[in-house]
């Protein structure tokens, strides 16, 4: 999807939601537990409540692989339900040395070569330019680095300031500007972070950024807008947790839908205010 | 595997090398070609040609992923078959924030969650602690995190020197010490890095270091042994291509032998010369 295609969603739908199916099979509502793959039957479900509201959806891939080959197979089978409309992002969390990360590419973007064909995919920066480049050799394709993540430990490395007092995350960002572009890579930046945004903003004024952290995690979406929010919007918002265990019953997707509708409609209004629509 | 065991491997075998088995389908020789898993039948090959020579495994999950459902079982065919007297390292490279690096550690871990049991995990430490700790929660089992890495992206981040002058890896060293033990991490040292073992040395003496590079990348394995060997050895010495692909023909498990046998006998001489066998 390119950057003008997802804009254009942003203002059709009125929202820049993303859903994050982290889907736990332990966290699965009982009743579905009969079913053949009850973690894509949850996820059928949470995306048919909420794909009109949202304009993003970002599986982790951890949740997959914590079980195996059927895992794999929920993933699969979840990728090929998802809607075309909306951006689908691999949260995944790669990199490696150059000849491995084509590989990485590979399983997250080459329909051909792994059955998935995602529009993006969240990368660890750690090892530098050779580990992000074959994801944005992939044309129409994403690379969300990591700047500065929402958990406790994003403190422990990436706000360390180098000698001209520049954090990890600001180098990060600086390095990875010169390797794409706003039309093919974001980052990623927790909504716990508020008061970073403003200089996440000095460094890349027109990227997008992919924030998590809001729900669960207790960052504040105002606070988000306020400092991230750029003229053609710049931003993804991310809850996962919030909207798709807002109940463990038989409600589930229904309750999901009234969380997602809320968030949509605080977007909403950020979107008018900011005159963006 | 407990440490003292890896150690009681290593001079038993007189060998420090891990084989890598970065398994590329479009390098499988022809002839294995029409097996049912051709990947599978090559790594079989490869491990029975091996397994005496060397102390570790490490297939790197990329190579996996790659090809999707049908990569994620070549990949479950071949953790079977790896040899339990073999530290059996799952190259991945993950780390996410705590709830979710449980799932990978999972994925990797738990053989009841996901059918794969690895000794060890290697990890980007771009997160931080939270991204570390629950890999560190499963007993007997390895965290081995990112410090200097042997591609040339490597030098985009991880030399970069906090205002104290310390280079980033060598923070990472520092901080990631006092998450774990020498009983339960590893880190990775490029051996491209030979003039950083020494500095590496002096604030991991104890921990064992998994060092790519040697081979096609060009690393130097005496310059690994003069700056970076401990007491005990402390290295784990992986070699991937130079080994799995010296030869494209039916004789490639044969030549692999080959390749692995020059590598052991250097590695006999060095641990010689210290005195460890």
Chains 1, 2 share one sequence.
Not at 138 to 143: C, L, T
Not at 247 to 264: H, I, K, M, P, V
Request: charged share 20%.
């Amino acid at each position: 999807m390119t950057r003008s295609e997802l804009i254009r969603q942003i203002k059709t739908k009125r929202s820049f939601l993303c859903v994050g199916l982290d889907t736990d099979i332990n966290k699965v509502p009982a009743h579905l537990l009969g079913h053949d793959d009850p973690v894509f039957e949850f996820n059928r479900q949470i995306i048919e409540a909420t794909a009109d509201l949202c304009v993003a959806f970002k599986p982790n891939i951890a949740f997959y692989e914590s079980r195996g080959m059927a895992g794999w197979k929920s993933l699969q089978k979840t990728w090929e339900i998802l809607p075309r409309e909306c951006f689908r992002i691999a949260d995944a969390k790669r990199g490696d040395i150059g000849n491995t990360s084509a590989m990485y590419a590979a399983a997250f973007f080459d329909q051909q070569a792994s059955g998935l064909g995602f529009d993006a995919v969240t990368i660890a920066p750690y090892m530098g330019h050779d580990s992000v480049q074959p994801f944005l050799a992939f044309e129409g394709k994403w690379a969300i680095i990591l700047a500065l993540t929402s958990n406790t430990g994003g403190l422990d490395f990436q706000t360390v300031e180098d000698r001209n007092g520049t954090p990890l995350f600001e180098q990060v960002i600086r390095k990875a500007n010169t390797w794409g572009n706003a039309g093919n890579l974001m980052y990623v930046v927790g909504a716990t972070r508020g008061e970073a945004f403003a200089a996440i903003r000095k460094h890349a004024p027109d990227h997008f950024l992919l924030v998590p952290g809001v729900g669960a995690q207790g960052g504040s979406l105002s606070d988000v807008c306020r400092y991230g929010m750029n003229a053609e919007c710049g931003l993804l918002v991310n809850a996962t947790r919030s909207i798709i265990y807002a109940s463990a019953g038989t409600d589930f997707a229904e309750r999901a839908r009234q969380e997602a509708l809320a968030l949509q409609q605080e977007m909403e209004k950020e979107l008018l205010n900011k005159g963006i629509i």
